[in-house]
C-alpha cells in the first residue's frame, strides 16, 4: 500500500496486524470505507500476523469475516504458536474454520461475476450501507455492516461471545424490506434497529427477499476453479429478483483469447411462483453443455409431494427431478441432473404467496436449551413463551422476568424478527 493513489492499482494489503479482537474489530469499517476511494479488493492478514493472544474464537470471527472480505487470505509471522490450520484449534472452531473456508470456494461464482461488474462497472464487492441508504440516517451509523455484492448483508461478529450463551453480537439496521437469514433461513422484517445473536458456527448473512446466490455445490468443492459442472443455486422468496451469472475461460487462456457467457436467471414471486434459468449467452466451450443443479428455495411453504405442486420444465418439456424439503429451515430443495445449458430451465411451484414464518417456540427452545443458564429459569422462561402467543404480551411478561440483558435480547431477536 503507497497511499491513496495505490487505488490505482487495487490489490492491496492492509499490514502486519495484531491478534487482537481491535484489529478485528476495525476491519470490516476500514474494508467497506475502502470503497470510498474506488479500493475495493482488500487484502488483510485473517486471523492477525503477529503478537496479540492465542484465541480460538477470535480465529473462527477472523476466518468468518475473510469468507465475507474481497481477498481471503490466510496469514501470519513464522512464531511456530501462530500457525493457523485448522485442526490445531479447539474442535468447535476447527469444524466452523473448515466449513467457511470451503463456503469461501462455494461462493465463486458469485465472487467471479461480482468481481467482473466492478471491473466493468466500479461497483466494489464491498460497499457501505450508505451506498444504497443515502437518505438513511441510520446507514452512517453501523460501520461495520455492509453489502456483499447485489444480493447479501454482512455483519460480521468482531467481538467476544457472551459466554453464558455461548452467542456473540451483532447490533445491526435492516433496511424497509424482508430478509433471510442466509445460513438458518429465518426471517427479519427490516425497516429497524436489531441485535442479532449468532453462536460460534455462523455470523448474521443476510440475503434480501427475492435474491438469486449462484454457488459450486458442496460435493463439487475442490482445488481448482473450473466453471462447475454442479451448481447449488439458492433462491430467497417473498419478492422478484434476477442474477445474470458471468463465466469465461481465463483460467486456461490469456486475456487475448478471452471467452465468455452469461447464464440469465429470474425468479417471480407469486400465488404460482417461477424460477427460470435461461441458455446462456455468448461463446461456446465455456460453459459446460449438461449440468446438474440442487436448488434451494428458502422461506417456502411445503407445497406437497403432488407433482402438482412442483413442476420443471427445460424447453417446454417436463424434466424429472428430485425433491426435499426442510421444516426447520423451510426450505424446498430440488436436485435437477444433467440439463442442457443452452435450453430454458423453468421450475413453478405452488406458494399461495405466503412466506413460510418462523417457529417461534422452536427457535426458543434451541436457544435455551444451549445456553449455560439454570434449569429452573430455562423452564420459566419457556412456560411464559407457550403461555402467550400474542407477541405485545409476552414481551411485556419477558421484560419483566428481570433476565439478564443479552439472553433478553436474543429472545427479542427471535420473537420480533
Known amino acids: 500500500y503507497a497511499g491513496i493513489g495505490s487505488h490505482r492499482y487495487p490489490v492491496g494489503f492492509s499490514g502486519d496486524t495484531f491478534a487482537t479482537w481491535e484489529s478485528l474489530d476495525f476491519q470490516p469499517y476500514f474494508t467497506a470505507t475502502a470503497s470510498n476511494a474506488g479500493y475495493g479488493w482488500w487484502s488483510h492478514d485473517i486471523g492477525g500476523h503477529m503478537h496479540g493472544v492465542k484465541s480460538d474464537e477470535m480465529a473462527a470471527r477472523w476466518v468468518q469475516f475473510g469468507v465475507f472480505s474481497p481477498i481471503m487470505r490466510i496469514h501470519s509471522s513464522n512464531n511456530p504458536f501462530m500457525v493457523k490450520k485448522p485442526w490445531l484449534y479447539n474442535e468447535m472452531v476447527e469444524k466452523t474454520i473448515k466449513r467457511f473456508m470451503r463456503l469461501r470456494h462455494q461462493l465463486v461464482p458469485y465472487l467471479y461475476t461480482m468481481n467482473r461488474r466492478f471491473h466493468m462497472e466500479g461497483e466494489p464487492l464491498v460497499q457501505p450501507m450508505y451506498y444504497r441508504h443515502a437518505e438513511e440516517g441510520e446507514a452512517y451509523e453501523v460501520p461495520n455492516q455492509y453489502y456483499f455484492g447485489t444480493d447479501l448483508i454482512v455483519c460480521p461478529i468482531t467481538k467476544p461471545m457472551d459466554k453464558s450463551l455461548d452467542l456473540g453480537c451483532f447490533k445491526a439496521w435492516l433496511p424497509e424490506g424482508v430478509y433471510f437469514d442466509f445460513f438458518t433461513g429465518r426471517v427479519y ?8 445473536y449468532r453462536d460460534i458456527y455462523t455470523i448474521p448473512v443476510l440475503a434480501k427477499a427475492g435474491s438469486i446466490i449462484p454457488m459450486v455445490s458442496e460435493a463439487s468443492v475442490a482445488n481448482g476453479t473450473d466453471n ?26 490469456s486475456v ?5 457467457a452469461v447464464t ?33 428455495f428458502a422461506g417456502f411453504v411445503d407445497p406437497g409431494d403432488d407433482t402438482g405442486g412442483v413442476e420443471v420444465r427445460l424447453n417446454g418439456r417436463r424434466f424429472p427431478f428430485e425433491k426435499r424439503y426442510y421444516e426447520e429451515p423451510h426450505a424446498i430443495e430440488l436436485k435437477i441432473r444433467d440439463v442442457d445449458t443452452a435450453g430454458d430451465m423453468t421450475v413453478r411451484i405452488k406458494t399461495g404467496g405466503k412466506i413460510a414464518e418462523n417457529d417461534i417456540q422452536k427457535q426458543i427452545f434451541h436457544l435455551l436449551n444451549k445456553a449455560q443458564i439454570e434449569f429452573d429459569l430455562k423452564s420459566a ?23 439478564e440483558n443479552n439472553l433478553l435480547g436474543a429472545l427479542f431477536e427471535i420473537i420480533t424478527a
Not at 422484517?189 to 442479532?196: A, E, P
Not at 487475448?256 to 465468455?260: T, V
Not at 400474542?390 to 422476568?401: D, H, Y
Open 189 to 196: 422484517r427490516g425497516g429497524r434497529r436489531i441485535c442479532l
Open 228 to 253: 462447475p459442472e454442479e451448481m447449488e443455486i439458492r433462491i430467497f422468496a417473498g419478492d422478484n429478483g434476477s442474477f445474470s451469472l458471468y463465466e469465461d475461460n481465463s483460467q486456461d487462456n
Open 256 to 260: 487475448h483469447n478471452l471467452r465468455e
Open 264 to 296: 440469465a436467471m429470474e425468479f417471480s414471486w407469486g400465488d404460482t411462483s417461477e424460477f427460470t434459468i435461461k441458455g446462456y449467452v455468448g461463446q461456446s466451450g465455456v460453459v459446460p453443455a449438461k449440468r446438474s443443479y440442487i436448488l434451494k
Open 381 to 403: 422462561v419457556f412456560r411464559e413463551i407457550k403461555r402467550y402467543p400474542e407477541k405485545s404480551r409476552l414481551l411485556g411478561v419477558l421484560q419483566a422476568m428481570d433476565l
